[in-house]
Nanobody
Framework: QVQLVESGGGLVQAGDSLRLSCAFS????????MGWFRQTPGKEREFVAR????????TYADSIKGRFTISRDNAKNTVYLQMNSLKPEDTAVYYC??????????????WGQGTQVTVSS
């Protein structure tokens, strides 16, 4: 079974940067597109970014476009989220998710437990 473990969260000031990491194990990493989501208490989980199996195609939410960058290293079975120019509204638990390439639809099959990002003003 696929396991996803996020790391890299923390408490930072507005304008600072963080890089989140998500370690993938259990299956063939390149068989999965990967995504980042975030969630604030009382709100729905929000899409942040997606990257295809090879890293050649990315998609971003408008709210973070130009500030965050998703990337992956298939040799290390790891997906990253580089977050720059952080704002207090970026405060959330950030989740990594895996989408099997051959589902035929955009369904995230596996989720990590999340890592907390807190941005103070």
């Amino acid at each position: 079974q696929v396991q996803l473990v996020e790391s890299g969260g923390g408490l930072v000031q507005a304008g600072d940067s963080l890089r989140l990491s998500c370690a993938f194990s259990g299956r063939t990493f390149s068989s999965y597109a990967m995504g980042w989501f975030r969630q604030t208490p009382g709100k729905e989980r929000e899409f942040v970014a997606r990257i295809n199996w090879s890293g050649g195609s990315t998609t971003y939410a408008d709210s973070i476009k130009g500030r965050f960058t998703i990337s992956r290293d298939n040799a290390k079975n790891t997906v990253y989220l580089q977050m720059n120019s952080l704002k207090p509204e970026d405060t959330a638990v950030y989740y990594c998710a895996a989408d099997y390439r051959f589902n035929g639809r955009r369904k995230y099959d596996y989720w990590g437990q999340g890592t907390q990002v807190t941005v103070s003003s």
